[in-house]
T-cell receptor, first 114, second 112 residues
Framework: EAQVTQNPRYLITVTGKKLTVTCSQN?????MSWYRQDPGLGLRQIYY???????DKGDVPEGYKVSRKEKRNFPLILESPSPNQTSLYFCASSLAGSLYNEQFFGPGTRLTVL | DQQVKQNSPSLSVQEGRISILNCDYTNSMFDYFLWYKKYPAEGPTFLISISSIKDKNEDGRFTVFLNKSAKHLSLHIVPSQPGDSAVYFC???????????FGQGTRLTINP
């Protein structure tokens, strides 16, 4: 089954404790992206990757890191989480050069930083 | 600066009637517009798209209309069904890029 998976689905942590949210897709997509969803703000892009070893900042990259060492995986790293990073996070992927960039989303990770 | 705006946070419609969700945008460099649907505890799923050179695209019960002069698009659902209750996001693709810019979302509730 074609899908994007994220782990963990739920996470409660404390300020300053490094964490990683994993994202994996099995569709051989070149493009991957991370979003955060906050009330009243919709989905905002954090980072994206056009292919292996190619990453770039989205609209809200502060406090986040990413890496793309393999095509299927795109982990999101919070080196020192803060309460303002409490949010619902989505990973998405798509084929490079797709007509309108239909992105396939993972199920989401709800993060709470205390 | 919100380039894609959905000004109605919520909408309630009776089953069988038409649901109309609206979206406004400010950037003329968008070349495709998409609608995504999101159920609780799931990721958004693609629903329908429209090219900026078209003014209408239809897929079953779903029709998207684009008014370029007004920088406005709308999603019509006819007839509305209980399973249509979800949050709907409007998104726009930046011309020549993979980037999608999303609106804030509208929560649609279909009442029996």
């Amino acid at each position: 089954e074609a899908q994007v998976t994220q782990n963990p689905r739920y996470l409660i942590t404390v300020t300053g404790k490094k964490l990683t949210v994993t994202c994996s897709q099995n569709m051989n997509h070149e493009y991957m992206s991370w979003y955060r969803q906050d009330p009243g703000l919709g989905l905002r892009q954090i980072y994206y990757s056009m292919n292996v070893e190619v990453t770039d900042k989205g609209d809200v990259p502060e406090g986040y890191k990413v890496s793309r060492k393999e095509k299927r995986n795109f982990p999101l790293i919070l080196e020192s989480p803060s309460p303002n990073q409490t949010s619902l996070y989505f990973c998405a992927s798509s084929l490079a050069g797709s007509l309108y960039n239909e992105q396939f989303f993972g199920p989401g990770t709800r993060l709470t930083v205390l | 600066d919100q380039q894609v705006k959905q000004n109605s946070p919520s909408l309630s419609v009776q089953e069988g009637r038409i649901s109309i969700l609206n979206c406004d945008y400010t950037n003329s460099m968008f070349d495709y517009f998409l609608w995504y649907k999101k159920y609780p505890a799931e990721g958004p799923t693609f629903l329908i798209s429209i090219s900026s050179i078209k003014d209408k695209n239809e897929d079953g019960r779903f029709t998207v209309f684009l008014n370029k002069s007004a920088k406005h698009l709308s999603l019509h659902i006819v007839p509305s069904q209980p399973g249509d209750s979800a949050v709907y996001f409007c998104a726009a693709r930046v011309q020549g890029a993979q980037k999608l810019v999303f609106g804030q979302g509208t929560r649609l509730t279909i009442n029996p």
